[in-house]
């Protein structure tokens, strides 16, 4: 079993940044493939960046590329998901998850573990 728990949400103007943080306990980390996911509301959950299990490749979503950055932490047990420019489009719940395969999967069907979700909100 692994747990996630999501913190960093917030409220932030057109524009700004913001650092989401997912600390991960319960199983090796390091083994972990990370990934983040957010959904609008009245929209599906999609699909925002993804890290191996070492921290040397990720892979993003066409529409966060050149703003987000995923990084993990192993010693910490703990994902990020640097967020710059920030757009109001960007309003959603982010999620991240766990995958104990390898792969830099961004089907959320791939994914075993799920954290309760943090609230980013962008003012125009």
Do not use: H
């Not at 989401?20 to 306990?25: K, M, R, V």
């Not at 529409?63 to 994902?79: C, L, W, Y």
Request: net charge positive.
């Amino acid at each position: 079993q692994v747990q996630l728990a999501e913190s960093g949400g917030g409220s932030v103007q057109a524009g700004g940044s913001l650092r989401l943080s997912c600390a991960a306990s319960g199983r090796t980390f390091s083994t972990l493939t990370m990934g983040w996911f957010r959904q609008a509301p009245g929209k599906e959950r999609e699909f925002v960046a993804v890290i191996q299990w070492s921290g040397s490749s990720t892979y993003y979503s066409d529409s966060m590329k050149g703003r987000f950055t995923i990084s993990r932490d192993n010693a910490k047990n703990t994902v990020y998901l640097q967020m710059n420019s920030l757009k109001p489009e960007d309003t959603a719940v982010y999620y991240c998850a766990a995958a104990t395969g390898r792969g830099l999967y961004v089907m959320q069907t791939s994914y075993d573990y799920w954290g309760q979700g943090t609230q980013v909100t962008v003012s125009p």
